[in-house]
């Protein structure tokens, strides 16, 4: 049993940063692999990014690359998504992922409660 809660989101103006954070609970946080999902209104959710249990290996859809960071520190539970040169267009409700598998699916096993970034032209 894993829980989830992410945090580090708000309001921004375009070409700004955040941090997202996702804190995990649970014994075995860095045999996970970790993944963002994001989901605008009226929106499938999608891909953002993962990373494997290391943090060596990692995913970004093409529409964030090179913008966004994922890392991870195992040794206080979280996971982060770094955002730089935000576009109105990533307003989204960010949810954090722990699964098994690397995947860009969403075939994960737990969910945080998601955390909303919005971004202002």
């Known amino acids: 049993q894993v829980q989830l809660v992410e945090s580090g989101g708000g309001l921004v103006q375009a070409g700004g940063s955040l941090r997202l954070s996702c804190a995990a609970s649970g014994r075995t946080f860095s045999t996970y692999t970790m993944a963002w999902f994001r989901q605008a209104p009226g929106k499938e959710r999608e891909f953002v990014a993962f990373?494997?249990?290391?943090?060596?290996?990692?995913k970004y859809t093409d529409s964030v690359k090179g913008r966004f960071t994922v890392s991870r520190d195992n040794a206080e539970n979280t996971v982060y998504l770094q955002m730089n040169s935000l576009r109105p267009e990533d307003t989204a409700v960010y949810y954090c992922a722990a699964g098994s598998r690397l995947t860009m699916t969403q075939h994960y096993d737990y969910w945080g409660q998601g955390t909303q970034v919005t971004v202002s032209s």
């Open positions: 990373t494997d249990g290391s943090g060596y290996i990692v």
